[in-house]
């Protein structure tokens, strides 16, 4: 009888152990920023038949790439829960949130790029620039197999990638030139810090279309590149502050010459005016009086004489000294 | 009484111990060989007397005795089983240094991923694949990019990346280890002075610049005041003309009648001198032109 009892309670602690450990404990939950992926003995949960290469991530692969990164799609867990699980199964949870992490990071040495501030990189001008921004990214749902198993180190893998693309575009960078562009000195002088620093956004969306694939490749989607300055040499800059200084004292200048010869040209204008209008103040008079006299000889004959007879009148009023000749 | 309590003794004993007992009796079987679990990412490879026994790539629950035979059981034991890291990783090595065709000693920071592709060669056919691929990684860039041009060096990255990716792969095969993607990271100058030399040729081209700009702008005021100038010199012509041609059409066009002209005039010569209120002198028109020449040479106060 107090064997059969002890038996029974080594069954009842068995029992006790199983519904933790198997059960109690095989409850989990899903975060709403999180993603999770459930391994089996080790194998994580397949979508049998299926990898990246079907989904569209993966088309800015090329054939060659194709080949290396081929990552089987595994069942993403969502959000939610309770879930329940196996002991001898796993989940691998991951936050999708966006992150930001500096350009100048360097997960191998934290302590290059000036503490992970600047990034350095050499212009199409042989110039040494120092470069700080954030990239932003986010881990894929859609490839999380290469994020968690794939690869050993996705961030490492995200920022050498990401640096090669940006210090090879930056070689390389020349600003397009439109065709009805007026010709622009400092563009003709070869000076591609300028080009840069103005076509800023053009080179975060280059970055932007360029590591497209990292998705495909590394799990991670860059989200957004922002580069937020291009710093050159102290001298250099200093120089390129007395070229914007001469291009503001210049556009200056050429303001007030436009001001000035604006208003030359109006007073100039005006002035044709004016002595219009003196030269018909002028004339008005002679042909009010020439209108009236052609009127008053059409009364008759020897009305024009007989009126300038009666003005000389007011004239000879006025005559001090007057010497007639008399018939004798 | 005595029941309860041996039974509850029992159950908390057990409960205790099955969270001991199990996990050993499982890692018991392990070591037997019964079963192996490999993870997502790893391969084991079983070797036992020298002997490559067994690999285990596919991630998964498996069972050795039918994989391996009866062997399985020592293998733990007398041998030993590799957990490998499949998984894709990379390296970047830093600043290479390699000459530009025009002799500038420039820096090659090349950074590659690479992969086990061969387990038991990656085990057993390079004492240290990692470090002899980077060797590899690092010797062919500097083979391949050296005496470049420095232009080329500089912009054409692709094309370097994919010259050391095909001179370093067929290697790398060999021993079990491939190379991923190749990416030239970074392409700087070693020398300081050189550096400082770019700088200063920046900047006096950046100098030169400015006073292009400057001169450029005065130029284009000198430009903009001319013709401005011009502009109003015809301008101001036209006013001076604007007098003469309008008077003259005005009198052209009253002198088309000679009676009323001359009357006209003779009434503005009269109205003028009436209204100057100077003294007028009256001479008979058949005078003597004497008379008119003395009278106007007599003093005004007379």
Redesign the interface.
Known sequence: ??FG??????????L???VI?YGLMGFYTVNQNERAVK??????DRIPGVTTLNDPIAESLTPE?RE?YTYPQVRVIQPGGPYFKWP?ERIYKVSIATETISIAFDP?NRSLNQGGTVL?A?T?????IGLSGQLRYRISERNL?AY??????PI??VM??F???L??RI??FEAPHAAEEAVD??KM???SINDLRKNLRDLNEHMDRECVSSSA??GIVLDATLITSID??P??ES??A??NT??N???S??S???A???Q??V???R??E???L???A??EP??A??AQ??EL?RSGPAA??T??RN??L???G????????VKP | MNALISLLGAAIVTFCAAWFVVPVALWGLRMFGTYAIVQEGTCRVYVLFGKVLGVLREPGLHLLWPRLGPQAALVNWLGTCQVLDMRLDQQYLRSQPVNSEEGAPMGIGIWYEMYISDPVFYMFKNADPQGSLSANVGNATVRTLSNLPLGSMLEDRHAMSQAVRGDVSPKSVEWGYKLGSVYIRKVHFRDVGMIKQIEEKVVNRLRQVTSAITQDGVNQVSIISSTAERQASIEFGKANAMRPKIVGEALQKISSDPDVANTMFEILELGKIAESKARVTLVPAQGSELLAQLLAAQPKSA
């Open positions: 009888m107090e009892g002890t038996l029974f309670g080594c069954l009842l602690g068995f006790g152990w199983f450990r391994t089996v003995f080790g194998r994580a790439e290396r001898w191998e350095e050499v199409k001008d042989q110039l040494n197999y968690i198993f794939g690869v050993k180190n490492a893998h050498g990638y640096v090669s693309i210090r090879e070689a390389g000195i400092s002088a070869g000076v490749r590394y050159p040499p001298e250099v120089a390129l007395a070229i001469a291009q004292q210049v556009s200048e050429i007030l010459a436009h000035g010869a604006d030359k040209i007073q100039s204008r002035a044709v004016i002595e219009t003196k030269a018909q002028e004339v002679l042909n009086l020439a006299l052609t000889k024009l004489s009126y300038l003005v000389r007011k004239v000879f006025q005559t001090e000294h007057a010497i007639l000749e």
